[in-house]
C-alpha cells in the first residue's frame, strides 16, 4: 500500500494538464493552406494553457530576388499574423528555433530581419544546420514558442 500512495503522486504528474480542445488549435484562415494542412495533419498553432506553439514556418525566396531579407519579411509577417491571431505578440515569444540549410549564407539576413520584430529582452534561440527542408526551395524553416501573460 505505502508503494502505491508514492507512486501515485508521479502518475499524476505524468498526466497531460489539458487536452487539446479546437477552439486552442488554429488553422489556416486560406483555402489553399487549410486544404494542404487538414491533408498532412498539422496545424498553424495549439494553444495548451499559457503557451502558445506555432508549427514552423519556411522561407522560401521566389523568382528573381537577389537576397533572402523578402523572403524573412514574408515568413515573419506570417508569424506575426499567427500570434496575434492566437492571442499573443512579438514581446511573448520564449523560444525560437530556426532550421537552415546553409546556416552561414543565411544567418546574418536573418538576424536582420529578426531584430526588427524581436526586441530585449530577447527569448531563447536555437540555429540548426540541417540537409533539407519540407519544401524542396525553402531555405530556413523558423519555429516558435510564445507564452501568454497572465492578467
Known sequence: ????LMVLPLLAMTAPLQAKDAKDVLMPEDAESLA??????????VIAGDNVYLSGVIV???PGESDLKPAFTRAFDRIGRTLERAGVGWDD???LTSYHTDLQSSINEMVEVKNLY???????WT?????ALYEADGV????????????
Do not use: C, H, L, N
Not at 500500500?1 to 502505491?4: A, H, L, S, V
Not at 494542404?36 to 498553432?45: C, H, I, R, T
Not at 526586441?119 to 531563447?124: D, M, S
Not at 540555429?127 to 540537409?131: D, H, K, Q
Open 118 to 124: 524581436i526586441k530585449a529582452p530577447f527569448p531563447t
Open 127 to 131: 540555429a540548426i544546420g540541417i540537409s
Open 60 to 62: 522560401t525566396p521566389e
Open 140 to 151: 530556413v524553416e523558423i519555429k516558435i514558442v510564445a507564452q501568454r501573460r497572465g492578467e
Open 36 to 45: 494542404f494542412q487538414s491533408a498532412v495533419g498539422y496545424a498553424d498553432a
Open 1 to 4: 500500500m505505502y508503494k502505491f
Open 93 to 95: 515569444v520564449v523560444d
